[in-house]
Structures are given as structure tokens and as C-alpha cells.
């Protein structure tokens, strides 16, 4: 039944839930009976307190000439959207249930679709390629915006705005939507509000009225083989508590400004889980994209857009695939992904990746493909065992990326690769451990080398050495096994021995703990010697060492039988 007139008696619940705060009653019902009117419209007006009843039933509720209506899963939804459109907007309610969808739907600005809750409330597309869209009218895009100036005075080339454009409409430039205050000639317009972005020009825009105001909350959304819900030249858009299960595309919205996505999840669906392309000025938290056949989301041409307590996980693709992102902050989770964890593949600048869990990734756990700058990886930043390497500047035309104190562990290529210019490494907090078990025989001394490549990039490190439990054995039948030299000797990539320090006093012409090749002046020198059956152990520590890969060399040298020692452990870490 229909409640058409205005209903000065009624509230709702904490859920949404319309309420009759008075009791009413029917003509002729009996109290506590529910009324069954002989129409299937019934007026408030008429209805008396001669006599009360408990419960009423109702099926649609009709509020305030259409701005805001009730239904259950009986009813049409296009039909009650064009009728909240006709009232100038409001907010359609849906009942608990699962309403399923035979046709496209078309949505309309100043419009809220509210559900009782994503657990009860579902819009099913039935495996259909229908969807819910919201699109503003076509657009005018003829000819390009040469110039801007004083932020407000717009200078058009090859444009015909006079017939074709009106004050009141929006301009879209780059990623945000700009009000037109007045049309001043064929090349000439004048903006309400000042210009804030920083693009090339010439460049491409969009005229339209676009569509304001909308909000979509507590449901379910399933079951599209397209895009269950997709915006298209959009501003002031919210999706609230929803979730979006085995969808083609779960949503996407292209060329929307200032939007909000608060406690969202795109699951299961064939491709991407969300997509944003032309899109800014958002804010985004409690987002989870997972399971997803594509990226979990695919960013192009996005700014000022922070993710904010977020998760893409277990997608087929990347966690986060990002484009021309500028501008944005990344509070994640990204792992268990197939590709990277967070891929920018160009023409991403000015972004922040902190205080998030990279991990588990089959390639990088966050990757700078190409062209990519002044974007910083670090405060609270986990990236461990990702099957590349845990974060990879893949290119030199990424410049002056900032690494600040990321924890490492366990991915496979290494810690990161710096591939990259002028990269900032603030602090680098490496660990590796290298062991080696070797054999000798007659009197010419040995020297067996590991190269590390240590991941301090190009700014000056410390580098502590540390030796333990290297053992000279007895060697059967003999008495006279001494190990007579051992050092430690940190070589730069040409193998020039750059400093060390000596183990045992033999063949290196010093004192154990003596330095040798010190063009760099190591500190903190201690060691003892070895002994026949006994063990050493010695540390280093090497200032402003430069170099991303280094050797360091056990040399070892013995003036009676074999195997001057038969194993060796060497611990290395990094201080900043």
C-alpha cells in the first residue's frame, strides 16, 4: 500500500526502519489486527486513533510526494528510481531481500539507494550482462584548452562553446570537475571556481552536466557478467558498506571527482575488482579488493587519492596496478597477489607507500616499472617473501625515489634492486647470512670469495663483519696443524682490497686485529686467533662504504698439512 501524503507522526529506527511513533487504527478493524484497505492506496489522513493495533503491514511506503520510498523485492526499481527523479531526487529503500535485476538500470544525481543491510539486502543481475549506471549526458569535447589564466579564465582552440556550452555546467580537466560561471564567446568561458591542477596544455576536457549527489548503501551487488555498477563523468559520489561478489568488474568509475568509499569489498570477480580512470579528489578507507581475476584494482590518471587501511589480495594480477597516479597515499595490505603487490608502471610522482604489508607476492612486492618519481617506500613499510625482489626500481627514468627504513625478509631476488636515478636511500636495514665449507691441500694459501650485493644504493653505509666459529681441525697423524693466517679483507668490485682485518698474526705481517688495506679506516675492531681445534671469531665495522656489491675474501694460509679450516660461518648487517 501507498502512505502518499506527508506523515507528521513517524521516525525512524536506528536501522533505517520507518516507524508509526502513534498508534493508529482502521475504521472497523479490530485492535491488534492489521488493516487490509479496499484500495491499495491509503491516505494517513484518514486514518483515526478510534481504534489502536499493534502491527501494520506495508508493502511500499511512499514519503513526501516521492523524495523518499520503501519497497520490497515485489516492486520495480527503474520505475521507483524515475519517480524519486521526477521529485527531484531522494532516497529509495530497499527492503530486506534479494531483488533480482532483468534489465539495465539507469540512476539519476541527488539519488540515495539504501539497503537494510549487505547481509540481507541483494541486488542480483542473475549472471546476466545487466548493470546499475550513473552517466551524465553526452559531453562537449571539440577542440582543445589552450591556456588558463588567473585560475579562472579559460582560453579554448578549435572550440564552439557558444551554441554548444552553458553557464551552470562543469568542465572537467584532468582528474576534477570545474563549475562554469559564464560562456564568453566561441573560445572564452569563465569558471565559477579556481583551476588547481598543474596539466600541459593544450589539452583534452569535457563539458557536461554531470551527474551530483549520489549514494549507495548497505547492499550487496552480484552476479554481473559486465560492470555491476559503473559512473561516468560524476562529482559528490559515496558507496557505503557494500559488497560486490562475482561481478565481471565489481565497480569502476571514470572522469569522477570528490568521491568516498568507506568499508567496501570487490570479491570474485572475472576481471578487475574495481577500476578508477580520470578520477580525484577522493577518500577511500576499509577498502578490500581479493580473489579477483584481474588486478585488484587498476588505477589510470588518478590524484589525491589516498588508500587508507585497505587490502588487494589473492587477484590474479597485481594487488594495486597504478598509472599516472599522482599525489596519493598507500596504507595497505598487498599480498598473496600474482604479479606485484603494488605495481606504478608510469607516470607516477608524489605518492607514499607507509605503514603497510607487502608480502607474499609471486613477482615484486612493490615494483616502479618506468618513469616514476619523488615517491617514498618507508615508515612501517613490511615487504617480505615476495618472489622478486621486495622493491624494485626497474628503471632509470625513475628519479630521486626515496627507500626510508622498510623491514626486509625472505623475498626472492633480494631486498630491492636499484635500477633507478639519484634514489634516496635513508635507511637500509639489511640482513644476509653466507657459509661455506671448504677443502685444502699442500701449502698455497687459499682465498675463497662471496660477493653480496648488500642493497645500500648510492649513499654512504657502515658495514659491520662479523667471523664466527672458524675452525683450524687436527689434522690425523699430525701434530703440527696450525692455521697460520686468516683475514677478513672487504674488496671493491675491481677487487682491490678497500680494508680488513687480520685473524692470526701469520703471513699478513701484523698482530691479530690489526687493520690491513685501510684506504677506508674501519672501528671497532676485537678478534682473537685460531688455534689447532679451536675456533675464532673476529668483527669489523667499515665506514661510508659506497659500493652496492662487495667480496669479502677468507684468506687463509697454512705452513703444515691440509684443510687450514673446514668451515666458516660470516654474518653481515648494516647500520645506518
Known amino acids: 500500500m501507498d502512505f502518499t501524503t506527508g506523515d507528521t507522526t513517524s521516525a525512524y529506527d536506528a536501522y533505517g526502519n520507518y516507524q508509526l511513533t502513534n498508534p493508529v487504527s482502521v475504521p472497523g478493524m479490530l485492535p491488534g489486527i492489521a488493516a487490509t484497505p479496499v484500495s491499495n492506496t491509503l491516505s494517513l489522513a484518514n486514518i483515526t486513533s478510534s481504534q489502536s493495533y499493534n502491527e501494520l503491514t506495508v508493502n511500499k511506503l511512499i514519503i513526501g510526494g516521492g523524495t523518499e520510498i520503501t519497497i520490497d523485492t515485489s516492486d520495480d526499481i527503474q520505475q521507483t528510481l524515475d519517480t524519486i527523479n521526477a521529485a527531484g531526487g531522494g532516497t529509495l529503500r530497499l527492503s530486506p531481500g534479494t531483488y533480482v535485476v532483468t534489465k539495465n538500470l539507469i540512476g539519476y544525481s541527488s539519488v540515495k539507494i539504501v539497503g537494510y543491510d549487505f547481509s540481507t539486502t ?6 546476466n550482462n545487466y548493470n546499475l549506471t550513473f552517466a551524465a549526458p553526452t559531453a562537449y569535447t571539440t577542440g582543445t584548452i589552450s591556456s588558463i589564466t588567473s585560475g579562472v579564465n579559460v582560453t579554448g582552440s578549435g572550440t564552439s562553446w557558444l551554441a554548444n556550452v552553458h553557464a551552470g555546467e562543469s568542465l572537467f580537466l584532468g582528474t576534477q570537475w570545474y563549475v562554469i560561471a559564464a560562456v564568453n564567446s566561441d573560445t572564452s568561458i569563465t569558471l565559477a571556481q579556481g583551476y588547481g591542477d598543474s596539466l600541459s596544455f593544450p589539452a583534452n576536457y569535457r563539458i557536461t552536466t554531470p551527474i551530483t549527489g549520489v549514494q549507495i548503501s548497505d547492499l550487496t551487488i552480484e552476479n554481473s557478467t559486465g560492470t555491476a555498477i559503473s ?21 569502476s568509475m571514470t572522469n569522477v571527482s570528490e568521491g568516498v568509499i568507506n568499508s567496501v569489498n570487490s570479491i570474485s570477480s572475472t576481471s578487475d575488482g574495481i577500476q578508477f580512470t580520470n578520477c580525484g579528489l577522493f577518500n577511500i578507507t576499509g577498502c578490500s579488493s581479493s580473489s579477483n581475476g584481474g588486478n585488484g584494482v587498476t588505477l589510470n590518471n588518478v590524484k589525491v587519492f589516498p588508500f587508507l587501511f585497505s587490502a588487494s589480495t589473492s587477484n590474479t594480477g597485481d594487488g594495486y596496478n597504478c598509472t599516472s597516479v599522482v599525489d596519493s597515499v598507500f596504507k595497505v595490505e598487498a599480498s598473496s597477489n600474482g604479479g606485484q603487490g603494488i605495481e606504478f608502471v608510469s607516470g607516477c610522482n608524489e605518492n607514499f607507500i607507509n605503514d603497510s604489508l607487502i608480502e607474499s607476492n609471486t613477482s615484486d ?33 625513475d628519479n630521486n625515489n626515496t627507500i626510508s627504513v622498510p623491514y626486509f625478509a625472505s623475498n626472492t631476488s633480494g631486498s630491492y634492486n636499484d635500477s633507478g636515478t639519484n634514489t634516496n636511500i635513508v635507511a637500509n636495514l639489511a640482513y644476509a647470512t653466507a657459509t661455506g665449507t671448504d677443502s685444502y691441500s699442500g701449502n698455497t694459501p687459499i682465498a675463497v670469495t662471496n660477493t653480496i650485493t ?21 689434522v690425523p697423524g699430525s701434530t703440527n696443524s696450525v692455521l697460520d693466517g686468516i683475514a ?12 680488513g682485518i687480520a685473524l692470526t698474526q701469520q703471513n699478513f705481517g701484523a698482530s691479530a686485529g690489526t687493520i690491513v688495506g685501510a684506504s677506508i679506516a674501519p672501528t671497532s675492531v676485537s678478534a682473537s686467533t685460531s688455534t689447532t681445534g679451536g675456533t675464532g671469531n673476529a668483527s669489523i665495522t667499515l665506514n661510508n662504504v659506497t659500493n652496492t656489491t662487495f667480496d669479502i675474501v677468507y684468506a687463509a694460509t697454512t705452513s703444515s698439512g691440509n684443510r687450514p679450516f673446514n668451515s666458516g660461518t660470516l654474518t653481515w648487517y648494516v647500520s645506518g
Request: charge should be positive; glycine fraction near 16%.
Open 122 to 127: 541483494t541486488l542480483n543481475f542473475g549472471g
Open 231 to 251: 559512473f561516468t563523468d560524476c562529482v559528490d559520489i559515496e558507496i557505503n558498506r557494500c559488497n560486490f561478489i562475482a561481478n565481471n568488474v565489481g565497480f
Open 365 to 397: 612486492g612493490i615494483k616502479l616499472t618506468a618513469s616514476s618519481s619523488n615517491n617514498t617506500m618507508g615508515s612501517s613499510l613490511n615487504v617480505t617473501g615476495n618472489g622478486g625482489y621486495g622493491i624494485n626500481i626497474a628503471a632509470s627514468s
Open 454 to 474: 648488500h642493497g645500500l644504493g648510492k649513499r654512504p653505509k657502515n658495514i659491520t663483519l662479523i667471523v664466527g666459529s672458524l675452525r683450524a681441525p687436527s
Open 488 to 499: 677478513w679483507i672487504y674488496e671493491d668490485t675491481n677487487g682491490v682490497a678497500q680494508g
